[in-house]
């Protein structure tokens, strides 16, 4: 993916995602954590702790090659999305709490998301040597990541009407100019997708699978009520494979189509697990409000 169009449209396409992220995001959303603890806590350890701990074992037993496992890390290591928030709301879940931890998981992975990166590539690509998301990526990523965000915050704060009106374009200019990108980057890949689907597709449903039930379970088994546990689920169990796209195979950071096979992948399992999950736990929570 060393094409001009692939270096200067990816950049470009994450801050303007970012950017409508914060346009739809205020003070008060950080502050809403406050307001649960617990189910915001045990999201957080979930996501930054737990399912990358899971992940790893998980390449290492199914053996995936090198570029994959860590693809798959980053993956793991990627917060949760807007598509989160949107499966939270059609379920039931509790989406105040998901604005606030999808805001609050995009900030600290800005620190973890490299930590995590670099230490399985040490791990899986024998030899290689540090790469990827060194302290000048880290730079980079916080000024595509973060600094949109912030004034997208600060252009709402200000101006909320036009924030308010500038948020629909944006979100679609968005997903225009990452749909180009990223087809042109599956075109140059597509001889080699099914294989790459084979090679990471069980991997990739198991994951997910467990990344949903962990998100619901463990908020359950701690006595977070049931729309925040939806909440905390979707959360973790739909990771940002737009994030860790874009970082797998932009020059300026991992530069390699190979490492976004996963998150790719993800993509599309993702839509179809969720789906049935939110389904699951609505049935569940219908059975217990109906009286016998």
Same mark, same amino acid.
């Given at each position: ?6 270096a ?7 801050? &303007? ?7 739809g995001?205020t ?9 649960y603890?617990?189910?915001a ?11 990358p701990a899971?992940?790893f ?5 199914l053996?995936?090659?090198?570029a994959l496992a ?8 990627s917060?949760g999305?807007?598509t989160?928030?949107l499966? +939270?709301?059609?379920f ?5 709490l998901n604005?606030?931890?999808?805001? =609050?998981?995009s900030?600290l992975?800005?620190?973890?998301l490299?930590?995590?990166?670099n230490?399985?590539?040490a ?14 990526? $880290?730079?980079?990523v916080?000024?595509?990541v973060l600094v949109?965000v912030?004034?997208g915050?600060?252009?709402r ?14 979100? &679609?200019? +968005?997903? =225009? ?6 087809a042109?980057?599956?075109l140059?890949?597509?001889?080699n997708?099914?294989d790459?689907? $084979?090679?990471?597709g069980?991997?990739v ?5 467990v990344?949903?039930a &962990?998100?619901?379970?463990?908020p ?9 546990s939806?909440?905390v ?8 494979s737009?994030?860790? &796209? ?10 390699s189509?190979?490492?976004?096979i996963p ?5 599309? $399992?993702m839509?179809f697990?969720a789906?049935?999950f ?13 009286p016998?």
């Amino acid at each position: 993916m060393d094409s001009s169009w692939t270096a200067v449209g990816l950049p470009i396409a994450l801050g &303007i995602i970012m950017l409508g992220l914060g346009l739809g995001l205020t003070v008060a959303d950080f502050r809403r954590v406050v307001g649960y603890p617990r189910a915001a806590l045990i999201a957080l350890g979930c996501q930054a702790l737990l399912l990358p701990a899971f992940c790893f074992g998980l390449v290492v037993a199914l053996d995936l090659p090198p570029a994959l496992a860590v693809g798959m890390m980053l993956l793991a290591a990627s917060p949760g999305g807007t598509t989160a928030n949107l499966y +939270s709301h059609l379920f039931g879940g509790h989406v105040a709490l998901n604005v606030t931890l999808t805001a =609050v998981n995009s900030v600290l992975a800005v620190v973890t998301l490299p930590v995590i990166v670099n230490l399985s590539a040490a791990y899986f690509l024998d030899g290689a040597g540090p790469i990827g998301l060194q302290f000048d990526k $880290v730079v980079q990523v916080f000024a595509i990541v973060l600094v949109p965000v912030a004034g997208g915050m600060a252009l709402r704060a200000r101006f909320p009407g036009f924030a308010d009106r500038l948020a629909r374009p944006v979100k &679609i200019l +968005s997903v =225009v100019v990452l749909v180009a990108v990223i087809a042109g980057a599956v075109l140059k890949e597509r001889e080699n997708l099914a294989d790459y689907f $084979v090679a990471v597709g069980i991997a990739v449903l198991i994951f997910n699978v467990v990344s949903l039930a &962990i998100g619901y379970g463990a908020p359950r088994l701690a006595g977070v009520g049931r729309r925040e546990s939806i909440a905390v689920g979707m959360e973790i169990g739909i990771h940002n494979s737009t994030l860790a &796209i874009t970082i797998a195979i932009s020059p300026t950071l991992l530069n390699s189509t190979e490492m976004a096979i996963p998150a790719a992948v993800y993509g599309l $399992v993702m839509f179809f697990t969720a789906t049935a999950f939110g389904y699951l736990v609505t049935r569940r929570r219908n059975r217990a409000t109906i009286p016998v």
